[in-house]
């Protein structure tokens, strides 16, 4: 089974701090994605990765970059936390080329920015 | 461009009563489908998803869903629902545009009333 792993489940911290979101995968997998998910709003997609050093901008970018030096690992980074970036953060990955594969989560981070 | 309707956000039922929960979706190409549930505090897991061949397709749990290509729908049902049936049920759709292919709707929240 493919298991993808987010370092933290809850998570507090104040404005104007850098913030690290850590995601690891075990699959070998090309994709990984990191969604946002807030009442009403579903998942909304930050950013994903199809590579090592390879990013695209998702739907709602703004405030957030991503880092991938490995392939298993994928990191977002709040630059300067804000209060309207406390919210449920999903990781997923997917096999490359696997538009019919379905992503695998992990259990996500509750990020709470005081 | 994709996209993923899923009609109603909340939808109470009681226990051992059958449910149904809606989705549609728009989209210029051939689509792949998935529902995906998430209980409390977890993240995203698969419940089933439709590739091709049969249009009604089993997944866990005791859930089902129907593609129906001229109403663009994949509505999910099971005929008698459990209490530990309430969770967060969301609709996606992939295409073969990109790594970024996978869209969900805003979800719907299913509560198994005793």
């Known amino acids: 089974d493919v298991k993808v792993t987010q370092s933290s489940r809850y998570l507090v911290k104040r404005t104007g701090e850098k913030v690290f979101l850590e995601c690891v995968q075990d699959?070998?997998?090309?994709?990984m994605f990191w969604y946002r998910q807030d009442p009403g709003l579903g998942l909304r997609l930050i950013y994903f990765?199809?590579?090592?050093?390879?990013?695209e901008k998702g739907d709602i970018p703004e405030g957030y970059s991503v880092s991938r030096e490995k392939k298993e690992r994928f990191s977002l980074i709040l630059e300067s936390a804000s209060t309207n970036q406390t919210s449920m953060y999903l990781c997923?990955?997917?096999?490359?080329?696997?538009?019919?594969?379905?992503?695998?989560f992990g259990d996500g981070t509750r990020l709470s920015i005081l | 461009a994709q996209s993923v309707t899923q009609l109603d956000s909340q939808v109470p039922v009681f226990e051992e009563a059958p449910v149904e929960l809606r989705c549609n979706y728009s989209?210029?190409?051939?689509?792949?489908l998935f529902w995906y549930v998430q209980y409390p505090n977890q993240g995203l897991q698969l419940l089933l998803k439709?590739?091709?061949?049969?249009?009604l397709v089993k997944g866990i749990n005791g859930f089902e869903a129907e593609f129906n290509k001229s109403q663009t729908s994949f509505h999910l049902r099971k005929p008698s629902v459990h209490i530990s049936d309430t969770a967060e049920y969301f609709c996606?759709?992939?295409?073969?545009?990109?790594?970024?292919?996978?869209?969900f709707g805003t979800g719907t929240r299913l509560t198994v009333i005793p």
């Open positions: 989209s210029s190409v051939s689509v792949y």
């Open positions: 990765s199809y590579d090592v050093k390879m990013k």
């Open positions: 996606a759709v992939s295409a073969p545009t990109g790594a970024n292919n996978l869209f």
């Open positions: 997923a990955s997917r096999p490359g080329q696997g538009w019919d594969q379905p992503q695998h």
């Open positions: 439709y590739l091709s061949g049969s249009t």
């Open positions: 699959m070998d997998h090309e994709n």
